[in-house]
């Protein structure tokens, strides 16, 4: 007894007949026309699906029949007796012996016998195995040198002129870093006027994200074009053409190779500008890291400066203010002495009050030695007499210098409006003083938070010579390039499977 191999299945075509053995298909026996297309419709009024017609148009053409439509190819493999919709085999390790010798399909209606197992000598089971082995050998070097080709093709080429380029043909371009950071300045003079002008950090992150941007712009570009001759630079000749600006561009493309050439990023979490100037030569590149710093500083000076002339403008105009009505108080007060001469109303108060007191003394005097003279038994008469008038005189003095201070005399004012109003006049310049006092104070407080509000830029890393170029980076571009087009071919291959495999089904 013979054992049949055991072999996995392949997807193989089915070998084919040597030109010896190969014959002609025998034409099927004539039937009238009308049975086929009765049969036809019959098929087709079964409800078949879109594969299973493709199916029993495959099986058709691989048992050597000619269809004319996907429903006469049911017609036909029925027929002879066999399975329209059969999977195909991938591995026939036992076929028919008709079939294997080439020989012809039975006429249509003929009776067919079911075939039988067929039983294979070890020699012809080695053989046809070894010829599977072959077949798979020679598919799998013909998918092997194919993948070869399609990677030498789409990334191994591709890296190798991204590597030429890169380590032959670019231009050595040399690079200047500097990093700088926008401080405020603190003055513990700002801290007395209660903390109302007490900055904060966000100024000084909002004015490194304006110079950013500035320092991006197209009219920063222009104005080191200006002073630096920007656009000439790189119109080199002995640039590579790639990292080379043509002649004749346009500002708009000065300002892409601007871009790609001058990098400036902000580093939010320390507050750092970070900048880089690309270069096709060392002092080039420092000339451009040195020239946009200074544009950045001007750039600051000007975004504090009209913040600084608004607080310092109020605190003068209220200054000015005040000292302006404290001079017409004083010329209201010197114009009121001039008008009164008098030139100190409480001094002049305490002259006549010294004169009445006096007068008041001398009076009490004459009054003690007339009351003395009384007391002798014959006093003088003409002494008393002269003391009696003395006492009268004086009453009266008395007596008209105190409604001077409160009665007008002869249309004068009395002392005490005059005292009144100069108290009052003097009282206004007092006050007009106090409020230039303050606003004097307040100007002060302004001018030390206009100078805390100065932002200035602090070097933090400075613009060094390069001795070296740092760019290409030949071996990271290259292998960047690699990484790039394998990723691409993968993706495109993934692709193509699936749709493939979607076709297939």
């Known amino acids: 007894m013979t054992t049949l191999p055991k072999a996995k299945k392949y997807r193989v075509r089915a070998p084919k007949a040597s030109a010896e053995t190969e014959q002609p298909e025998p034409a099927a026996k004539p039937t009238k026309k009308s049975d086929p297309v009765e049969a036809i419709k019959q098929i087709e009024a079964e409800g078949l699906t879109p594969k299973q017609l493709r199916l029993a148009r495959r099986n058709a053409q691989r048992h050597g029949l000619e269809p004319a439509s996907d429903y006469d190819a049911v017609r036909m493999l029925r027929n002879h007796d066999l399975d329209p919709f059969e999977a195909p085999r991938s591995l026939r390790v036992v076929r028919d012996a008709k079939y294997q010798e080439g020989k012809d399909l039975p006429a249509e209606g003929a009776a067919r016998s079911a075939p039988g197992p067929q039983l294979l000598t070890t020699d012809a089971q080695a053989e046809s195995i070894r010829a599977i082995q072959r077949d798979i050998v020679r598919r799998r070097r013909r998918n092997f040198a194919l993948l070869v080709m399609r990677l030498c093709f789409f990334i191994l080429l591709p890296t190798m002129l991204a590597g030429y380029y890169f380590y032959t043909v670019a231009t050595p371009m040399y690079a200047t870093k500097t990093e700088f950071v926008i401080q405020q300045s603190e003055s513990s003079g700002a801290r007395g006027g209660g903390g109302l002008f007490s900055g904060t950090g966000m100024a000084t992150q909002l004015d490194s994200l304006n110079v950013q941007g500035y320092l991006q712009s197209r009219e920063a570009m222009l104005r080191l074009n200006e002073d630096l001759d920007f656009k000439s630079h790189y119109q080199q000749e002995h640039i590579d053409p790639i990292r080379r600006l043509p002649a004749d561009a346009s500002d708009e493309k000065a300002y892409k190779f601007y871009k790609r050439n001058v990098r400036i990023s902000y580093d939010t979490t320390e507050g750092i500008v970070k900048m880089e100037i ?44 005040a000292e302006a009505q404290l001079r017409a108080a004083q010329q209201e007060f010197l114009t009121l002495q001039k008008q009164k001469s008098v030139f100190d109303a409480d001094a002049e108060t305490g002259r006549v009050m010294g004169q009445v007191s006096s007068f008041e003394t001398e009076l009490t005097e004459k009054r003690l030695t007339l009351q003395q ?119 495109i291959s993934i692709t193509a499977a699936v749709l493939r495999e979607q076709l297939a089904g």
């Open 373 to 491: 003279l009384l007391s002798n038994p014959d006093p003088s008469a003409a002494r008393v007499n002269g003391l009696r008038s003395d006492i009268a005189r004086l009453e009266g003095i008395i007596a008209e210098l105190r409604s001077s201070l409160i009665e007008e005399i002869d249309g004068a004012e009395s002392l005490a409006s005059v005292l009144a109003e100069l108290t009052i006049s003097e009282m206004n310049m007092e006050t007009r003083q106090a409020m230039v006092t303050a606003a004097l104070e307040e100007m002060e407080n302004a001018r030390v938070e206009a100078n805390r509000q100065t932002r200035f830029l602090s070097m933090s890393v400075n613009p060094i010579l390069p001795d070296e170029a740092a760019y290409p980076r030949a071996f990271e571009n290259t292998f960047l390039t690699l990484l790039i087009f394998s990723g691409v071919y993968l993706m």
């Open 278 to 321: 690309i270069a096709a030569d060392a002092e080039t590149s420092k000339a451009f890291a040195l020239a946009l710093i200074g544009y950045a500083e001007e750039r600051i000076d000007r975004l504090t400066e009209r913040m600084r002339e608004d607080q310092m403008r109020g605190a003068r105009e209220h200054f000015a203010e």
